[in-house]
């Protein structure tokens, strides 16, 4: 069993900066790829960004391209998002997963509980 705690969420302005986190513990995560999903009220979650586990490989969805970037520690077991130049419509809950594999449209096998992201205009 893995469990992921996510933190780093909170309130910001339009244009504003926030960085995520997933701490992850109960096993090591530095061989699996890991996710961020994100989900808006009445939305269904999409998958945000994925880091492969040696961070050659990442994705992520067109919305995000150019402001938000993913990078992981895995000698911190940790996974981070840095988001950038936010936007009103990045407001929503945001989850980190972790994956077997490298697939970033496909299964997850574990999840965090969430943090809220809400982008004031």
């Known amino acids: 069993q893995v469990q992921l705690v996510e933190s780093g969420g909170g309130l910001v302005q339009a244009g504003g900066s926030l960085r995520l986190s997933c701490a992850a513990s109960g096993r090591t995560i530095a061989s699996y790829a890991m996710g961020w999903f994100r989900q808006a009220p009445g939305k269904e979650r999409e998958v945000v960004a994925a880091?492969?586990?040696?961070?050659?490989?990442?994705y992520y969805t067109d919305s995000v391209k150019g402001r938000f970037t993913i990078s992981r520690d895995n000698a911190k077991n940790t996974v981070f998002l840095q988001m950038n130049s936010l936007k009103p419509e990045d407001t929503a809950v945001y989850y980190c997963?972790?994956?077997?594999?490298?697939?970033?449209?496909?299964?997850?096998?574990?999840w965090g509980q969430g943090t809220q992201v809400t982008v004031s205009s």
């Open positions: 880091i492969n586990w040696s961070s050659a490989n990442t």
């Open positions: 997963a972790l994956q077997y594999g490298y697939k970033p449209l496909g299964e997850y096998a574990y």
